[in-house]
């Protein structure tokens, strides 16, 4: 991460905005992905950066940001409280798993602060800003830095783009870099949004899969061989032409 990271030094404010790189645009790359390969047309608009990133994306960062020392502490909770996994195997065969109560939250308590961390250090190499002292006390480092970088977050997402190492292919976004921190604690502590399963048939592949995710603006087919999207006008266009033709067979 750091390699790539490091490369934000050497980024300047774009002149012209692009497409954001970011979740609300899921749509809109899958379409785009479509109709490069089977010539599938769409009229689904991309969300515009400003000029890297939009602004609910941006909002959203800043808001993660802001949870990260909550959902930290829940993470540690599981150490205090956590049990070693039993042992695993086949029949006949039986491995011991070389653990330790609260492993787990501990890596990954471990992960995301050294992530914030590398983070600060990168803004405050590219904006010339001195070294924060002191740090070694894990509480105080994450409190401070996710402020720092709260404070500095406009600057960032405006110069850097939403890239991969090419030879890590880890993430050089730092919205990304955020999203995959936050999204890692509300798993770990089980408040990660759930899908929202709708209940008509696809009116393409006619199967029960139409899911729409928590914060997305549009309503997915889950069948990998489909993937249709639908916007929710679209959907309850869908709906009534369903009942529609249910009261037809009714009267029938």
């Keep these: 991460m750091d390699t790539g990271l490091k490369t934000l030094m050497h980024h300047g404010r774009p002149a012209m ?6 979740p609300c645009n899921n749509a ?10 089977d010539g599938t047309e769409h009229q689904i608009a991309p969300a515009w950066g400003n000029p890297i990133h939009c602004q609910r994306c941006t909002d959203r960062a800043h808001s993660q940001l802001g949870e990260l020392p909550e959902l930290v502490v829940a993470i540690q909770l599981e150490a205090v409280n956590g049990t070693t996994p039993k042992a695993t195997g086949t029949i006949g065969r039986t491995t011991a798993v070389l653990s330790w109560p609260g492993q787990a939250s501990r890596i990954l308590t471990d992960h995301i602060i050294t992530g914030l961390l590398g983070l600060e250090d990168v803004i405050r190499a590219g904006r010339q800003l001195p070294a924060r002292d002191a740090r070694g006390r894990e509480g105080v480092d994450l409190v401070a830095s996710v402020t720092f970088l ?19 292919g880890e993430t050089m976004d730092p919205a990304a ?6 999204r890692g604690a509300e798993k770990f ?20 899969t139409l899911f729409r995710a928590d914060g997305e603006n549009y309503i997915e087919c889950r069948n990998v061989n489909c993937q249709t999207l639908l916007t929710p006008a679209e959907y309850h266009e869908h709906s009534q032409q369903l009942a529609t033709a249910h009261r037809s067979l009714a009267a029938a």
């Design 17 to 22: 905005p692009a497409a954001c790189p970011g």
């Design 28 to 37: 809109w790359r899958k379409a785009e992905a479509a109709q490069a390969a």
């Design 150 to 168: 709260r404070s500095h977050l406009i600057w960032v997402l405006d110069r850097y783009p939403g890239e991969t190492d090419p030879t890590t």
């Design 177 to 182: 870099l955020i999203r995959q921190w936050h």
């Design 189 to 208: 502590t089980r408040r990660d949004a759930r899908l929202e399963h709708h209940p008509l048939p696809c009116p393409r592949c006619d199967l029960l």
